[in-house]
């Protein structure tokens, strides 16, 4: 049973993970060619009670990726409270990995609003602007240059890259350690591969590539934090990856995490593989 103080308290979780899945007009395409683009629509639900709806749009080329996306609460969690988000990414192809070069985010759930600017490189981060700044606790575990080195922003990481021509669709796609900085903390997701796993929805049918994840704090955290705890040693987390046509990244289908009040599901209803539209810049947008 869902009460209204857990339905409050999880609101800013629903936005933040929405968010989280990426639209193209949070920053500007310039023009040529790239590879691949897909547009998504997910909906998220926690206990089989819907909580919001998210758009995003990915755009790959072999060098180069963009990502952005928006989010809000819907049905019948607005009635108990308001929220909305927006988050971006761009980033460069190298060394076969994914470099992040912007991040940026902005939410507002249950009246409060949180928005994150980073600019990043591969040897860690070079500005950060972060509001509301985090508060000071003495168990805080601080946030160090040395544990922001090759870091992926959460729009980033939430996405696959197979580098070469191999099969995208196989065990490689979940044996990877996501290292994650979101501006307040520093944290990893450890995949494994779980199944392959006919999907099917509209604008894709076809194989799935099911990973298990754990959450490992490394930064930014307060580990007497009873949350903290339970998603540490939390073993019912998964995701769905299908491949973005045209391009070597995959793309998450399906996630799912148990919570405290039930499981939380973010899953695609449409993804739309369309032709690409202008080419991709990395420059550092304007917030």
Known sequence: MIDAASVLSHVRLAATVLALAPMALAFGIDAARADGRMVAKYSLSVAGVEFGRGT????????????????????????????????????????????????????????????ARIVMAASGVKEMDVEPELKFAPDRIPVTEAVLKSVLDPVSGAFAYMPGTGEMLSAAACQRVIP??????????????????????EGYSGPAVVCAARYKPVAGHRPSRY?????????????WLVPIAGTRLMAPYKVSVATMIGTAVLEAEAMEMLPPVGSLSVSTPKP
């Open 180 to 201: 994650v900085f979101d501006g307040r903390q520093r944290y990893d997701i450890a995949l494994s591969f779980q199944r392959i796993e006919q999907v099917k929805l």
């Open 56 to 115: 995003f749009v990915v755009q790959a080329s072999d060098s180069a990726y963009e990502i952005s996306g928006t989010a809000r609460i819907t049905g019948l969690m607005r009635a108990v409270a308001n929220g909305k988000g927006r988050a971006a990414a761009r980033g460069v192809f190298a060394g076969g990995r994914m470099l992040p070069v912007v991040y940026a985010m902005d939410a507002e759930a249950d009246g409060k609003e949180e928005s």
């Open 227 to 239: 949350t903290v705890k339970y998603m540490q040693d939390n073993k019912e987390v998964y995701a």
